[in-house]
């Protein structure tokens, strides 16, 4: 048996105890404190992002079905700048709704059997749709003419940008070893 009469023992002990209780102020401010506002951040990029896709479309012509491209082509964009060069490492595909001025939908990405019917003033919060759970954030254009949503999968956005109590978890099982 060990005794702890030994002050190397008892320094040891001590410093393994103070490494742990530091981890775990560590992990728990990351968790509690830290990772909701990375969310928060993370909703207000989708919301600028909506809103910049319905500014663009108050400044199109919506008689002519270009409008679909130009939806396209940001979506593309978006999609591209999220990967920023992983593009063969992550399959990122947002939750893109752009819905006219009477709630109708005008485009959906990805297509889906049942359309996401949301009132007009749900601009934000967590949705399931598609058998997928999706963090959601949307704005009005300017003129009133658009409504946008964005969103994106609890999977896409833990894959991306990590979950910070799990990757302080590695550190620690090395700094222990």
Avoid: C
Wanted: glycine share 6%.
């Amino acid at each position: 048996m060990i005794s702890f009469k030994s002050f190397f023992m008892r320094t040891i002990i001590f410093q393994v105890l103070a490494i742990l209780l530091l981890w775990g102020v560590l992990i728990g401010w990351a968790k509690y404190l830290y990772f909701p506002d990375a969310e928060k951040y993370f909703d207000n990029q989708q919301r600028l992002v909506a809103r910049g896709i319905a500014n663009i479309l108050d400044k199109t012509d919506v008689t002519d079905l270009n409008y679909i491209n130009i939806i396209k082509d940001i979506e593309v964009m978006y999609i591209d700048s999220i990967k920023n060069g992983m593009q063969d490492e992550i399959d990122y595909r947002p939750l893109l709704v752009v819905y006219d001025r009477n709630n109708k939908i005008i485009y959906t990405s990805p297509p889906q059997k049942e359309p996401l019917i949301l009132p007009p003033s749900v601009l934000s919060g967590t949705i399931s749709y598609g058998n997928v759970k999706w963090h959601i954030a949307g704005s009005w254009s300017d003129k009133q003419q658009f409504r946008v949503i964005v969103g994106e999968s609890f999977d896409n956005r833990t894959t991306i940008f990590g979950n910070p109590a799990e990757s302080t978890a590695i550190p620690l099982l090395v700094t222990l070893a």
